[in-house]
């Protein structure tokens, strides 16, 4: 079987991005998606992600974690494929489409996505971390000198002591001179990623929530580079949030598989 595949970016988070409108990708082979993922011996991605058709909006995205299973919401790849399926032609500058969490609205301009996410009601704040789902589950952490924080070796740790089987991703946080930042230990792929768009916006809310800061369009410094996260607070948690930055396309190809 060969395979045309297009990759994307979004602040160094990787995706494999088929369209399946025609519905003849094998979804549901889990090995083959993870070959797909591969960086020694496929394509190399954190994800893979498929555009479909849907009858009520203008396309449904299907994400696939590098370990070749379905997922939760991922809000970099929902960028990227924003901007594959501007690419493709099914939007133009604004869309609605629907992801394993609901509907999302989002906007592109060139190759800037401003994607917005599920509303957040409940944050849980620890004695020295905070709780919270952004469309996928997120343990954010204050840490010093994040540089060399090692990252893999405590998010492991906590991915898996911490939250068990199911487990949640882990984001470690710094305070900056001009907003925060961060490096996430990723559930599915296993290992540190250069950028997790539900994890800064897990960060943003969490850091706002314990009174952090003021601000409510927060500048986030991700290892892959810089998004913001935009918000309103409400009576009953948050609304209105927005996770914005570039999304970019890197090559196409195709693959026999």
Known sequence: MQITFYKY????????????RSLKFPKQNT???????????????????????????????VYYNAD??????????????????????????KTTFTAVDGLHNATIAKDIVSLQMIDVENIKEKENYSFLNTGSPHHVQLVKNIDTFHVFEEGKKLRYGL??????????????????????????????????????T????????????????????????????????TDRGYTNIFLIGAAKQVFKGEITC
């Open 163 to 200: 939250y068990g089987a199911s487990g949640s991703n882990i984001n470690f946080v710094e305070e900056t001179s001009s907003g925060f930042a961060v490096r996430t230990y990723e559930r599915g792929v296993e290992d540190e990623t250069l950028s997790c768009g539900t994890g800064v």
């Open 31 to 61: 090995k083959l998606i993870n070959s797909l993922c591969d960086r020694r011996f496929g394509v190399g991605a954190d994800g893979l992600i498929l555009l479909e058709n849907d009858d009520s909006v203008d396309f449904k995205m």
């Open 9 to 20: 970016q979004g602040t160094g988070n990787d995706f494999v991005m088929i369209d399946n």
């Open 68 to 93: 070749g299973n379905e997922s939760s919401m991922c809000g970099n790849g929902g960028r990227c494929l924003v901007a594959f399926a501007s690419f493709l032609g099914v939007i133009k500058d």
């Open 202 to 233: 897990a960060v943003a809310l969490a850091m706002y929530n314990s009174g952090k800061t003021k601000a409510t369009r927060i500048p986030i410094k991700a290892m892959g580079g810089n998004l913001e996260i935009s918000f309103e607070p």
